[in-house]
């Protein structure tokens, strides 16, 4: 069993900034890749990005350029900076670990409680 514990939610303002942070304990294997994602109200999940045990990273065409996905192996922690924020940003963020493809197609059976963003126009 993997626990996750999403933090770093918030009200801002349009174009201000956020930093999200991801715990990960449990049952983890060393060789995994962790993902940050989204859903608005009304919407499905999506994934807004990921990064591989290497750090190569991937991003959602829509947050490209303002948000930045990193990792601490060591902490087995994973943060996503999100800046130059827009009220479309507006949802709950969730993050999880896995193999990448999993990751990419994000199908767990389990997630964390999420953190909610709120972007004010």
């Known amino acids: 069993q993997v626990q996750l514990v999403e933090s770093g939610g918030g009200l801002v303002q349009a174009g201000g900034s956020l930093r999200l942070s991801c715990a990960v304990s449990g049952r983890i294997s060393s060789i995994n890749a962790m993902g940050w994602y989204r859903q608005a109200p009304g919407k499905q999940r999506e994934l807004v990005a990921h990064?591989?045990?290497?750090?190569?990273?991937n991003y959602a065409d829509s947050v490209k350029g303002r948000f930045t996905i990193s990792r601490d192996n060591a902490k087995n922690t994973v943060y996503l900076q999100m800046n130059s924020l827009k009220p479309e940003d507006t949802a709950v963020y969730y993050c999880?670990?896995?193999?990448?493809?999993?990751?990419?197609?994000?199908?767990?059976?389990?997630w964390g409680q999420g953190t909610q963003v709120t972007v004010s126009s």
């Open positions: 999880n670990s896995g193999p990448l493809p999993t990751v990419v197609a994000g199908t767990f059976s389990s």
């Open positions: 990064i591989t045990i290497l750090g190569r990273t």
